[in-house]
T-cell receptor, first 113, second 115 residues
Framework: DQQVKQNSPSLSVQEGRISILNCDYT??????FLWYKKYPAEGPTFLISISSIKDKNEDGRFTVFLNKSAKHLSLHIVPSQPGDSAVYFC????????????FGSGTKLNVKP | EAGVTQFPSHSVIEKGQTVTLRCDPISGHDNLYWYRRVMGKEIKFLLH????????ESGMPNNRFLAERTGGTYSTLKVQPAELEDSGVYFC?????????????FGQGTRLTVV
């Protein structure tokens, strides 16, 4: 059973607008959450992370929000650029097994020029 | 600095054959992980090495899969005999000591197709 879920397989956004990618999880033991970005024929690359003691982490155009009570996190990209078009994976891990990531199934973002 | 490299990038084999995937982690990274993505689904953890020791192999699907990491450097993942459901993209990742904010770097993956 999947402990991290991304219910939107795809998202299309106009350049310059905000992209919001969502992720839900079921395991309350997760302490660390990450977003990875993947281009075709490449491996996932780390984008941004957040620990469970925070509710927001910002890095340039990328902001991750964590709502622990709802077991929900989201990635906001503002403004969206065509180069952001990729598959975005949400991932989570626990403190006792830090790099054993539980991934979602990914959301394919298409940013239209 | 070289990233995580995986060989081959693609492999097509017949059911019942054997395939060996290789991963070269970033130099100095003691932690090496294997993951698999099947048919556009989630990326699933297979196992974790710390140097040459298997730290966690809870994600290995069955005993047709054998992972090794000789000398704590590169790793191989052998599938023998391969079945149709083994098709997917196999990713390797490496990191320094796991810890808060430590990033895992992924290779480009090996796309395995079993026909």
């Amino acid at each position: 059973d999947q402990q991290v879920k991304q219910n939107s397989p795809s998202l299309s956004v106009q350049e310059g607008r905000i992209s919001i990618l969502n992720c839900d999880y079921t395991n309350s033991m997760f302490d660390y959450f990450l977003w990875y970005k993947k281009y075709p024929a490449e491996g996932p690359t780390f984008l941004i992370s957040i620990s469970s003691i925070k509710d927001k982490n910002e890095d340039g155009r990328f902001t991750v929000f964590l709502n622990k009570s709802a077991k929900h996190l989201s990635l906001h990209i503002v403004p969206s650029q065509p180069g952001d078009s990729a598959v975005y994976f949400c991932a989570a891990s626990t403190l006792y097994n830090f790099n054993k990531f539980y991934f979602g199934s990914g959301t394919k973002l298409n940013v239209k020029p | 600095e070289a990233g995580v490299t995986q060989f081959p990038s693609h492999s097509v084999i017949e059911k019942g054959q054997t395939v060996t995937l290789r991963c070269d982690p970033i130099s100095g990274h003691d932690n090496l992980y294997w993951y698999r993505r099947v048919m556009g689904k989630e990326i699933k953890f297979l196992l974790h090495f710390v140097k040459e020791s298997k730290q966690d192999e809870s994600g290995m699907p069955n005993n047709r899969f054998l992972a090794e990491r000789t000398g704590g450097t590169y790793s191989t993942l052998k599938v023998q005999p391969a079945e149709l459901e083994d098709s997917g993209v196999y990713f390797c990742a490496s990191s320094q000591a796991p810890g808060w904010g430590t990033e895992a770097f992924f290779g480009q993956g090996t796309r395995l197709t079993v026909v």
